[in-house]
């Protein structure tokens, strides 16, 4: 799987650790809000606004999860290997403004089973199939490594696409209409664009040796069907 999501040895290797109990400890908001906010209200609401993804990246601090959930509507969860994805609480201590497009070279179950081994150092969010089943394997809030460039892994989601960047006919039509949806999704959740400066290649994102999707992958294809599916979703 040559294309597959790349390790970001960086994200790794601070990767987040539970908390103990796994409780959120409200106390150190009241300490940083109260004790330093106060300091900064004559700066203007965009020092409040780093304020406070500071205070979100603060150990113990997190959104609520409910095991086995899931982000998009009718996806499988199959979770990754917690070596491969960073805990977070996107977008409140990370702006999320980007869609990371990939292709597996190989099927939907390498994909899959890649993203489960802890030894791969990588997994994007959702993986789309063929025929248009999608699993996702790490939650939206979390930083997944895919992109092989930290900035990167935490202001985007990662799609891994079935198939290889060398055929045409690994990408159908129940493929690309449900990854379309998908992004369309994504995109209105966060507010950001449906263009080719908010959804990108893997070859695109800097610093990457990786070529997928490929010249075979229809952009303006893609991006229309996302743009139609936006007020839907």
Request: a neutral charge; charged letters at 30%.
């Amino acid at each position: 799987m040559n294309e597959t999501t790349d390790a970001a040895a960086p994200d790794r290797a601070e990767a987040d650790q539970e908390p103990p109990g796994g409780r959120r400890r409200l106390g150190r908001r009241a300490l940083l809000i109260g004790g330093v906010a106060a300091g900064l209200a004559g700066i203007g609401y965009a020092a409040r606004d780093e304020l406070e993804r500071l205070w979100w990246r603060l150990p113990g601090v997190d959104q609520p999860r409910e095991k086995g959930a899931v982000d998009y509507p009718g996806a499988l969860w199959v979770p990754a290997s917690q070596l491969n994805w960073r805990r977070a609480d996107r977008p409140y201590d990370y702006t999320v403004d980007r869609v990371v497009i990939h292709v597996v070279q190989g099927n939907f179950y390498d994909a899959l089973e890649a993203f489960r081994d802890p030894s791969h150092g990588a997994a994007a969010h959702y993986v789309v199939r063929r025929d248009g089943r999608i699993a996702q394997t790490v939650r939206e809030l979390d930083v997944a490594f895919h992109a092989g460039n930290r900035p990167y892994n935490e202001r985007s989601v990662g799609i891994e696409h079935e198939g290889y960047v060398d055929r045409a006919s690994s990408f159908t039509d129940a493929m690309y209409q449900a990854s379309a949806r998908l992004t369309a999704r994504i995109c209105r959740r966060y507010g950001f664009p449906a263009d080719r400066e908010h959804i990108v290649s893997h070859s695109e994102v800097p610093g990457t040796d990786h070529t997928d999707p490929g010249l075979h992958w229809d952009w303006a294809r893609y991006l229309r069907l996302v743009r139609a599916a936006l007020p839907d979703r």
